[in-house]
């Protein structure tokens, strides 16, 4: 099962045959600040991005404070080892009071702002925002009221699937659309921070497509942009990454995210593996190699000849441009004379043999 279904925004659209809609996830990378999350927005606007996004959640509405083992990040993570849940939420989250602005800053300059909900006040909370759309995190594919509940807005979700099994993914997709959510996106995701490349998997993303029917992108965390690009030649329509000011800034998220010149390229280059993806095969010059073929070699007359002169490797030569004989005749023009006086530079042909 393959999906034609293309979602349609105020400002843009998801779907095959559609630019990449591509996603800057800002996160923590604000560092605490509201003067940096509105110049990350700026930044973003920068880039050709489609959307920005944030998170919305409050170390309370994600955890406990408790400092139990079962409450700290494992102590071999590359970033987080040992952190304790809450504190590390309470640095990261995006405050509440922030979104009405990160968002109106990221409305005038022609994005798309929306966020990923955390549990049923967040999503409350972002429908008095007017978002036009939801994501939702790899960590809540289990969390089935909750994807009911974001479903119910009636609002596009796009759902990242990192870490879940196929069984998990389709209890996901089953309670969304049983919730009435009919505009739904699937992310492919290796929801290690960072990820490493052999575990990308984008051989998902027409797995996905295939088993749903649904429009599929690549939610990435790998360092770089070269996986995002590879994804769009897989057929994804969403990439999203995370951004940054500047990695030497910190933060929690700084490490694998891209700084606006790097995701202004990836938004380049993304479209770029689209287009050229969807080429199909064909052989023979295209429109443009139209005129290149008057660069192919041909056989040209390089030293002024009289008429009885023989052929030979003295006066004939294959050289640029076309217009001459092809190279492979020399052979048997070698074995003629001229017919009349031939200038140096003259095109080879018939009727001068």
């Known amino acids: 099962m393959t999906s034609d279904q293309i979602i349609e925004l105020p400002t843009a659209s998801i779907g095959a045959g559609a630019p990449v809609f591509t996603i800057a996830e800002m996160s923590g990378n604000h560092n605490g600040e509201l003067n940096r999350a509105l110049e990350i927005v700026d930044a973003v606007a920068t880039t050709g991005a489609t959307a920005l996004k944030i998170q919305t959640y409050t170390a309370d ?72 759309l939801y994501k939702t995190a790899s960590a809540e594919i289990i969390d089935l009221p909750l994807l009911r509940e974001v479903a119910r807005t009636g609002k596009p979700m796009i759902v990242s699937t990192g870490m879940a099994t196929l069984s998990e993914i389709d209890a996901a997709v089953t309670a969304i659309r049983d ?32 088993a749903f029917g649904v429009p599929v992108g690549l939610s990435d965390h790998t360092l770089g942009i070269g996986v995002a690009v590879a994804a769009a030649a897989f057929g994804a329509v969403v990439i999203e990454k995370h951004l940054t000011l500047d990695r030497g800034d910190g933060g929690v998220d700084a490490d694998f995210s891209l700084t ?43 030293t002024d000849v009289r008429a009885g002169d023989p052929v030979t490797a003295d006066n004939v030569r294959s050289i640029r441009p076309a217009g001459g004989l092809d190279p492979d005749s020399f052979a048997l023009v070698s074995t003629r004379t001229f017919t009349r006086d031939v200038e140096r530079g003259t095109p080879l042909t018939w009727d001068v043999l």
Do not use: M
Request: net charge negative; hydrophobic share 40%.
């Open 179 to 210: 919730a009435g959510g009919t505009q739904l996106v699937l992310l492919a995701c290796t929801a290690a921070y960072p990820a490493v490349p052999d575990e990308a998997r984008l051989g998902n993303i027409q797995a996905l497509r295939d």
């Open 260 to 302: 606006p010149g790097e995701f202004g390229a990836l938004v380049t280059a993304a479209d770029q593996a689209r287009i050229a993806s969807a080429s199909g095969v064909a052989f023979g010059p295209t429109p443009q190699e139209q005129t290149v073929l008057a660069l192919r070699r041909s056989l040209y007359v390089t």
């Open 61 to 132: 509405t994600l955890t406990i404070d408790s400092d139990k083992p079962a409450f700290r990040v494992k102590g071999d993570h590359a970033l987080w080892g040992d952190r304790n849940l809450y504190s590390l939420y309470q640095e990261a989250h995006t405050p509440w009071e922030w979104h009405a602005e990160i968002f109106d800053r990221a409305r005038t300059h022609g994005l798309i702002p929306f966020s990923t909900p955390f549990d049923p006040t967040s999503v409350e909370f972002l429908e008095s925002l007017g978002v036009e």
